[in-house]
């Protein structure tokens, strides 16, 4: 059963390009999170998802930032016109359902560096 | 939102020593688990604890969840211990909010 992937690992951008972050959860997992790491700091929610459904967005910056999990395929979340300050590790980790009573799994992160 | 706050924020250990590591948050909670990230960036689940003491190999946790604590004991440290080990608090509806981890550093 292989666990949360994530691709890319290393993403680099020049400001103003759009980045796309990939996140297929574990098999038979139906909600998926994203979180934001800075150097040095913890992890920051962004946005929790469900199949085809939006569940919590309240971390998520107003602009520039979406979040999808479509019926097929895997979690994307993009970031439109990047600047330096997007520049961090983001995480995907994933849950069976009823995620509130459920252990989290997370990816190996992908490090967006913005030049 | 519920506040997550862990201590000591650094912890320097010599190998073979015990430490306990603290974890308290603000509101009642359905879930609560600890993971540690190791110096390569990998989050690894160490504890799915809402409540009660779990033990696996040379680490064990305790959640009170009645007081809003919970504890995460390493015994024994191994310089593979070192790392930083995050409190991850969840809600009735499935949100994660972390807490600022405490970094472990285990000294040969």
């Known amino acids: 059963n292989a666990g949360v992937m994530q691709n890319p690992r290393h993403l680099v951008r020049r400001r103003g390009q759009e980045a796309r972050l990939r996140c297929s959860p574990m098999?038979?997992?139906?909600?998926v999170y994203w979180y934001r790491q800075l150097p040095e700091e913890g992890l920051k929610f962004m946005v929790y998802l469900q199949k085809e459904n939006i569940i919590d967005e309240s971390g998520m910056p107003k602009e520039r930032f979406s979040a999808e999990f479509p019926k097929e395929g895997p979690s994307i979340l993009r970031i439109q016109q990047v600047v330096r300050g997007d520049s961090a590790a983001y995480f995907c980790?994933?849950?069976?359902?009823?995620?509130?009573?459920?252990?989290?799994?997370f990816g190996s992160g992908t490090q967006l560096s913005v030049l | 939102g519920i506040q997550v706050e862990q201590s000591p924020p650094d912890l320097i250990l010599q190998e073979g020593a015990n430490s306990t590591l603290r974890c308290n948050f603000s509101?009642?909670?359905?879930?609560l688990q600890w993971f540690h990230q190791n110096p390569w960036g990998q989050l690894i689940n160490l504890f799915y604890i809402p409540s009660g003491t779990k033990q696996n190999g040379r680490l064990s946790a305790t959640t009170v969840a009645t007081e809003r604590y919970s504890l995460l004991y390493i015994s024994s440290s191994q310089t593979t211990d070192s790392g930083v080990y995050f409190c991850?608090?969840?809600?009735?509806?499935?949100?994660?909010?972390f807490g600022a981890g405490t970094q472990v550093v285990v000294t040969p």
């Open positions: 509101d009642s909670v359905n879930n």
């Open positions: 098999k038979g997992h139906s909600h």
């Open positions: 991850a608090v969840g809600n009735s509806w499935g949100k994660f909010q």
């Open positions: 980790a994933s849950s069976p359902e009823g995620a509130a009573n459920e252990k989290l799994f």
